[in-house]
């Protein structure tokens, strides 16, 4: 069933777990998504980011095609319809649509505005029981079109940002989008340990793909509560699609329908999402 944030990550940061966040492209990856996080049987986070929306034809589609697909799938496991990176317009229009929760990511703005506008995404957002993630600081990279300059959070603005009521905190911490690049140094370890001793609120890490595992399960101890991946579902899709083509199995039989041509890509997002989820120990959420 779909439900909430709030409810979903409050849990996993008292129980020292995280909740994976995959962003969703069409229909194979949102059943990929969900058929780990139901073979699993753990909560799970599906995002669209405005991008993704746009390519898929808008919020509303967006919505449908995970809820009609949660009940096709006859998935129970609770699921959240996450909007990932928006904008105040987008942030707004998801609340309208009836996601269950909107990042309104205003990282790029000067802090003052950030704040005021995060405040009113938290009126509109929860007046409808909608949860809100904010960002301070910015993740390095890009990610359609959002691109960030990688500086870390400042922890009073950290303060202040998870202090307007938002439910969860996206703060940079050396985390970068896309695949990392052979000198970057890692995560920054000691400024979360700042963050978590003085924010309740559960934390966000962005840039879930290509970190290693055990300083994702460090930062997992020390409060964060999501993990973004986006990166690695695509990159492991195009793989197993690749080498289903190189192997000729499109040409035999009707292996170039969709139906099978986009098999073994979807199977391998179902694996890296069960994968990753190990990683997190969302498992504890049982
Ligand atoms: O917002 C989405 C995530 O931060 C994804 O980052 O593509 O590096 O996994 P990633
Ligand atoms: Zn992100």
Redesign the pocket.
């Known amino acids: 069933s779909l439900v909430n944030g709030k409810s979903m990550l409050d849990a996993a940061r008292a129980g020292n777990y995280a909740v994976g966040a995959f962003?969703t492209n069409n229909l194979e990856w949102t059943r990929g998504i969900l058929a780990a996080a139901q073979e699993k049987g753990v909560p799970v986070l599906i995002q669209t980011?405005m991008g993704a929306a746009k390519y898929m034809g808008g919020y509303e589609l967006c919505l449908h095609l995970v809820q009609d697909t949660v009940k096709s799938m006859g998935i129970t496991v609770p699921v959240v319809m996450h909007l990932?990176?928006g904008n105040y317009e987008a942030a707004k229009e998801c609340i309208e649509v009836g996601y269950n929760s909107v990042m309104f990511d205003g990282h790029d703005l000067p802090f003052a505005e950030n704040l005021e506008k995060t405040k009113e995404i938290v009126a509109l957002a929860h007046a409808k029981g909608i949860s809100v993630e904010a960002e301070v600081g910015s993740?390095g990279g890009e990610?359609d079109g959002i691109v960030g300059a990688g500086e870390l959070a400042d922890v009073e603005e950290a303060k202040t940002l998870a202090a307007t009521g938002i439910d969860y905190l996206a703060c940079g911490i050396g985390n970068i989008?896309?695949q990392y690049p052979a000198n970057w140094t890692g995560l920054n370890l000691d400024r979360l340990s700042e963050l978590a001793a003085v924010i309740e609120t559960p934390l966000v890490l962005?840039?879930?793909?290509?970190i290693p595992k055990d300083q994702i399960q460090k930062a997992v101890k020390m409060g964060i509560s999501k993990v973004?991946?986006?990166?690695?579902c695509q990159l492991v899709f195009a793989a197993a699609t690749r080498k289903y083509i190189e192997e000729g199995k499109d040409q035999e039989g009707k292996g170039f329908d969709p139906r099978k041509l986009f098999a073994p890509g979807t199977k391998a997002i179902t694996e890296l999402v069960e994968d990753r989820i190990e990683w997190f120990g969302t498992e504890a959420a049982k």
């Open positions: 962003n980011s990932d990176h993740i990610e989008h896309g962005h840039g879930g793909s290509g973004n991946v986006n990166t690695e």
